[in-house]
């Protein structure tokens, strides 16, 4: 019996003492003083009185203006966003939130990109996505029961004790001094070095345009056909787990897609199935859902300068975006909302007058180091391709061809080549598209 006490007293003071050097040594070498989502979860636990929360990625706090939502819907909304959040992620903020909230609302949104992982595939990079949060979350059971769900066993003492992740910069004397010395002033210690432009969660600048490059290969993340499945299984249990808690607790559960590019929507090929799938989901469980991407351009008419890049909004488009989505949401009941989506990603194309998206490259499953070059475009346009090389100056070149039907290029090996490509529309005479890539 005596053996025993000793033996559980024992574990309980090594435990003890492993967590309190992981938390000197967290302190000396987690550089966190410029993290924007070290303060936006301070920000978020400081709140008691969300009425509506959003939850998701990037697509989040780059797509929505908390000061225009509140204005038009009458609601405290906060986004409850992190990078590459995952669907466990969002379910583990949601508690949270629930802890200190009374909660009315929650718009979760589905990008199906990243719908797609399971915890026991997530390497260290996924990773680092999870631990974003984990790191910044309070100690308590719900911390503890995301990190134990969402990874296998071989990335629990990097995930418990975070410190495990920098040990190589523990020799490295400059680095350790600077991180000590940033953390103890009084900007990091009252969380006062937040961007002047954040509020609630918004990562955005408003107003303020974008120059996406809508040029791509499809090695590009999410640039591929969506499979049959998608969604993987994990997925679907913590979805349907969130669809479970908010009608537990009387909270009215909207799935929201923000809009890409539609050279994003056309260079995936299959987008219908995606919208398809969450459309059934929705009904099924007697939720709603919106795909902003198939709004009625009379609703919502986004160009170029709306979008950062190919899939995420700029502060010019969060402003746009934002005052269309809280007018939806506050002006037409259910069943009128439904009427302002189009049915399809065909339907919308067609709506649209002829227009070309983007230039899309695919790299060759025979050759090494080719690509097939496609004009990403709401019409069956018959166009020709130049293609030449940029020195380090943006200048051109080498020309590689002049305007000509071949649709293929050949990059040297081992190197490093920047491409211009000029699209004409052979029957116009037009140039129709313009950009240049590194390959």
Known sequence: MKKGIKIIF?????IGAVLAVNKVLSYALIDDVNDEVRYAMHELYEQEDIETLF????????????G???EIMGENTYLASTPVQKVDGSYYLLKEVLKKNDVQKVYLDMFYHQYRDIPAERGSIQMQWIYCITDNMKHNWNRTEFLLNASGCEHYIEGFLASARYGNYLLDR???ERVVKSKRTAEYVNYENAPETFYKGAMIVPGEPGNPKLIVTTDEPGMSEIKEDVISAYSLI???IIVKLCKEEGIRLVLVTTPFTDFYVQAIGNYDVFYEYMKAYAEINEIEYYDFNLCRTELLDMENADFLDFHHLSGQGAVKYSTAFADIMTSYDEAERQALFYDSVQEKMAALSPQTFGILLQRSEDEENV???KTMANYDADVAFRICTLDEQGNENELIQDFSDENTVRVPQGQQTTLKITVRNKSTGEICEEGTITL
Do not use: A, N, W
């Not at 939850?55 to 908390?66: A, E, I, M, T």
């Open 10 to 14: 024992g574990s309980f003071i090594i």
């Open 68 to 70: 225009i939502l509140d």
């Open 174 to 176: 400059k680095r350790l």
């Open 55 to 66: 939850l998701g990625s990037s697509h989040v706090f780059c797509g929505y203006d908390p």
């Open 238 to 240: 913590d979805l349907d």
């Open 371 to 373: 690509y097939s070059i």
